[in-house]
């Protein structure tokens, strides 16, 4: 019993440390500073920087902040709080609570206080064997506010193994997970499938495989059904994750890889149905949990704010990957007092071109943590 026991906790690290590849990701690639980061609310964003519309919700060392009108507000405890999400209606926060062993859905309200647990992922207090334990992560609720879709380890067969198989699930909102089914199989110890959006005719989410050359990478999926097969959006040589769709519903925003040491804002149209072309938007720094303002003027994202440096906040207006037309240059009225040709008109100056905002200087965010943005 002793030794099946040590086994399950070296396999449950196993477990995390893979099966939950996406998740740390970027988390891998922060450098260690000498000066740790300071809490948000000790200072306010850059004087310079523009105010953001509604309020944004970021994460902090395991504590949920909230920017409002250019000010921070520590909502939680440093207690393992991540991933923030929003109810349909606004009124609510989705956010998951992780352990050392497990993690669950909770609901918050917007001002941090919780609600009701919806999920119960912790075994019985009686039973020794951690692979009962589960983990669920990246809440999202339908358009309606009755499903709730997350990433969950439901499928590895416990108790007896360990593998993980983290995959897309749904289960009624006001259920319990008894309840719940799965949509994907995301395979054995790839990362799985992860960041599930819902969306009008199934669910877009990451899934993370090993494509041809052997590297492990992400791809945005879709499937119209449960347990279909899907359909691949991106290739995998791009290894694209992290999709935010804009409030208007024509664009996801991802980051996107290209298998190298970056970590690239890139856009995309969207049908509904696919995507269009990728357009990398930034090139020059790494980019994590790009996320629409809510009336659609710009994205946020973090980056680190110098080389090596934690988790930044970064602001990038609208103008910047969808720059107005330029405005034509009045046409001569006939008959005015022309003699000879018409002259040509002056070429218009090159507008500056628009460059992203960096909001704060001495704060380190959870770059593993979605971002939510409320209007």
């Given at each position: 019993m002793i030794?099946r026991?040590?086994?399950?906790?070296?396999?449950a690290?196993?477990m995390?440390v893979v099966g939950?590849f996406?998740?740390?990701y970027?988390?891998?690639?922060?450098?260690?500073?000498a000066?740790?980061?300071?809490k948000?609310?000790?200072?306010?964003?850059?004087a310079q920087?523009?105010?953001l519309?509604?309020?944004?919700y970021?994460?902090?060392?395991?504590?949920?902040?909230?920017?409002s009108?250019g000010?921070?507000h520590?909502?939680?405890a440093?207690?393992?709080w991540?991933?923030?999400?929003?109810t349909p209606?606004?009124?609510s926060?989705l956010?998951v609570?992780?352990n050392?062993?497990?993690?669950d859905v909770?609901?918050l309200?917007?001002?941090g206080h919780?609600?009701?647990?919806v999920?119960d992922n912790?075994?019985p207090?009686r039973?020794l064997?951690?692979?009962y334990?589960?983990?669920?992560?990246y809440?999202?609720l339908?358009?309606d506010?009755q499903?709730?879709w997350?990433?969950y380890d439901g499928?590895?067969?416990?108790p007896?193994c360990?593998?993980?198989?983290?995959?897309?699930?749904s289960?009624p909102f006001?259920?319990?997970?008894?309840?719940?089914?799965?949509?994907t199989?995301?395979?054995y110890?790839t990362?799985?499938d992860?960041?599930p959006?819902?969306l009008?005719?199934?669910?877009?989410?990451?899934?993370?495989?090993?494509?041809p050359?052997?590297?492990l990478v992400g791809?945005?999926?879709f499937?119209?059904?449960a347990?279909s097969?899907?359909?691949?959006?991106t290739d995998?040589?791009v290894?694209?994750r992290?999709p935010?769709l804009?409030?208007?519903?024509?664009q996801?925003?991802?980051?996107c890889t290209?298998?190298?040491?970056?970590?690239?804002?890139?856009i995309?149209?969207?049908?509904?149905?696919?995507?269009?072309?990728?357009?990398?938007?930034?090139t020059?720094q790494l980019?994590?949990?790009?996320t629409?303002?809510p009336d659609?003027s710009?994205?946020a994202?973090?980056?680190?704010?110098?080389p090596a440096?934690?988790f930044?906040l970064?602001?990038?207006p609208?103008a910047a990957y969808?720059p107005?037309?330029?405005?034509?240059?009045?046409?001569?009225?006939p008959?005015?007092?022309?003699?000879?040709?018409?002259?040509s008109p002056?070429?218009?100056?090159?507008?500056p071109?628009?460059r992203?905002?960096q909001?704060?200087?001495?704060?380190?965010?959870?770059?593993?943590?979605t971002m939510v943005w409320?209007g």
């Amino acid at each position: 019993m002793i030794a099946r026991f040590v086994l399950g906790v070296a396999l449950a690290a196993v477990m995390v440390v893979v099966g939950t590849f996406s998740y740390i990701y970027l988390g891998s690639r922060q450098s260690k500073v000498a000066v740790p980061p300071e809490k948000p609310t000790v200072s306010t964003p850059r004087a310079q920087a523009v105010v953001l519309p509604g309020t944004l919700y970021v994460t902090q060392s395991g504590a949920l902040y909230d920017l409002s009108a250019g000010r921070f507000h520590q909502l939680t405890a440093e207690a393992g709080w991540t991933q923030p999400t929003v109810t349909p209606d606004g009124n609510s926060l989705l956010v998951v609570r992780q352990n050392a062993l497990f993690s669950d859905v909770y609901v918050l309200n917007r001002f941090g206080h919780v609600v009701r647990q919806v999920t119960d992922n912790a075994a019985p207090p009686r039973n020794l064997d951690i692979g009962y334990n589960h983990w669920s992560f990246y809440p999202r609720l339908s358009a309606d506010g009755q499903t709730l879709w997350m990433t969950y380890d439901g499928l590895k067969c416990h108790p007896e193994c360990y593998d993980v198989s983290l995959a897309v699930w749904s289960m009624p909102f006001n259920g319990n997970i008894r309840q719940a089914h799965a949509w994907t199989d995301g395979g054995y110890y790839t990362g799985g499938d992860v960041q599930p959006i819902p969306l009008a005719g199934g669910v877009l989410y990451t899934k993370y495989s090993y494509g041809p050359d052997g590297k492990l990478v992400g791809q945005l999926w879709f499937t119209s059904r449960a347990g279909s097969y899907g359909r691949p959006l991106t290739d995998p040589s791009v290894d694209c994750r992290s999709p935010s769709l804009s409030p208007d519903g024509t664009q996801f925003a991802m980051v996107c890889t290209y298998e190298k040491q970056v970590s690239y804002l890139t856009i995309a149209s969207w049908t509904g149905e696919t995507l269009g072309p990728l357009k990398n938007i930034i090139t020059n720094q790494l980019v994590a949990q790009p996320t629409w303002a809510p009336d659609g003027s710009g994205i946020a994202y973090f980056a680190p704010g110098a080389p090596a440096g934690p988790f930044q906040l970064w602001w990038l207006p609208k103008a910047a990957y969808a720059p107005p037309p330029p405005s034509p240059s009045p046409s001569p009225t006939p008959g005015g007092p022309h003699n000879g040709p018409l002259p040509s008109p002056s070429p218009a100056a090159a507008a500056p071109p628009v460059r992203p905002v960096q909001l704060t200087t001495n704060n380190g965010f959870d770059a593993t943590s979605t971002m939510v943005w409320l209007g």
